[in-house]
């Protein structure tokens, strides 16, 4: 063999991979362009689908009915995100901050001792104080409930999380004035106490107590 | 004018608050556990890519309703000249929206705008929270249907009672 048709070969190689890396490139971006950047812009969760594509169908019959409403609206909506930018992104620092400094284990094990009445007031006091989305808060109560705690504890604290929800506070506080914030959290809590309280009594009545028990 | 400094810190005391809230609780948090401060603003600015669009649309949403709805229409439904009944009509429209705060309360502050009452904007928070329509799946995926049937059981007719309430107190 020459060293000319060794270094052929050698190009033709080189040229036989570049092909298929280049194919394997456009494989990825493929996939890249029909999920990842589907998902990032019209979202992951049908919650968020439906939002996204609720504006992008009122905005395009804005457009084609009623132009200068479209375009005052569009531009009433991008001014607010301008104001709002560091409200926003400080609000989802504050929650991811919280979700990873939470002391889980502690938290689920501390739960699961606590016992009586105060114990499921306490329950949905706390449930009102985990930060973040179902996704990263329902396994923390389903782990305070694996560690003992009674079944209306878990439910008082899945009702806490919900309507209290500590961590919607810092959004709260970018969309509405500080004293609705405030009495929305005042309300809240007083509804989960009340509503704790209800869920022990009945937990103590024969057919209550079947009703609010873990099933076999 | 909106001065840089009301940009980045927000120009009412609730956003400074919280950004402020922020910048001190990563100070304390880069101080103490810099491996964790570091996770956190990863995360945090991995959820806000993924949530861009939708806070985008949201706020264009929020817009456009009360660009599109006549306030006129919002009151008569959803103001306090409805009664009781539009401040609990109120409270379960806000169990029905989906997705989380970011999206949600835009558009419940574009209703409040539109010319809905305080009384309803307060049902429709308290709604949002206590019924969650949107929570629902992820409670199917840790816990037994009688559970989630159990929570909605509960937090609708508390829906209802509180808006009732916030109706008469308003």
Redesign the interface.
């Known amino acids: 063999m020459t060293v000319r048709e060794w270094l052929a070969g050698r190009a033709a190689q080189g040229r036989a991979v570049g092909r298929a890396v280049r194919r394997q490139l456009g494989r990825a971006l493929t996939e890249i362009d029909r999920t990842d950047v589907f998902n ?5 969760q ?3 689908r ?3 594509l ?3 169908a ?2 395009t019959w ?1 457009v084609l009915t009623d132009p200068t ?1 479209a375009r ?3 531009a ?3 001014g ?18 919280l ?3 939470l002391p889980r284990d502690a938290l689920a094990d501390w739960l699961g001792e606590a016992a009586g009445p105060k114990g499921v007031v306490l329950a949905g006091l706390l449930g009102g104080l985990l930060p973040g ?3 990263g808060t ?2 923390i ?2 782990g305070v409930a694996d560690r003992g705690a009674s079944y209306p504890a ?2 008082a604290m ?2 806490g999380y ?4 500590l961590g ?1 506070v ?9 004293w ?2 405030l ?2 959290v005042v ?2 809590v007083v ?1 989960t106490i009340i ?1 704790a309280l209800l869920l022990y009594a009945l937990a103590g009545t024969e057919r209550g107590g079947r ?2 028990a873990f ?1 076999e | 004018m909106t001065s840089l400094l009301d940009l980045v810190v927000g120009s009412g005391p609730g956003q400074r608050v919280v950004v402020l809230g922020a910048i001190a609780l990563y100070g304390y948090l880069f101080a103490t556990r810099p491996g964790d401060a570091t996770a956190a603003v990863r995360n945090g600015l991995v959820l806000f890519g993924r949530l861009f669009t939708l806070i985008i649309a949201a706020l264009l949403l929020a817009s456009a309703v009360e660009t599109l709805v006549p306030a006129a229409a919002i009151r008569g439904v959803l103001g306090e000249a409805a009664g009781p009944g539009g401040t609990v009509l109120s409270g379960l429209l806000g169990g029905t929206l989906p997705g989380g705060p970011y999206a949600v309360y835009p558009l419940i502050s574009g209703v409040g705008a539109a010319g809905a009452g305080v009384g309803a904007v307060l049902a429709m928070l308290i709604g949002y929270g206590a019924i969650g329509v949107g929570r629902v799946p992820y409670g199917l995926v840790f816990f037994d249907t009688k559970t989630v049937a159990l929570r909605l059981a509960i937090a609708v007719p508390a829906t209802v009672v509180v808006s009732v309430g916030v109706f008469l107190l308003v």
């Open positions: 990032l812009l019209v979202g992951r049908w919650g968020q439906v939002v996204v609720s504006a992008v009122v905005f804005l409403a005052e609206s569009a009433s909506g991008i607010t995100f301008g104001r709002m930018f560091t409200l926003i992104l400080a609000s989802l620092l504050i929650a991811s901050a979700e990873t400094v989305g179902p996704y329902y396994p109560i389903r878990m439910l899945l009702i919900s309507v209290i929800g919607r810092p959004f709260g506080l970018a969309f509405f004035d500080a609705i914030v009495a929305r309300i809240a509804v509503l009703v609010l099933e």
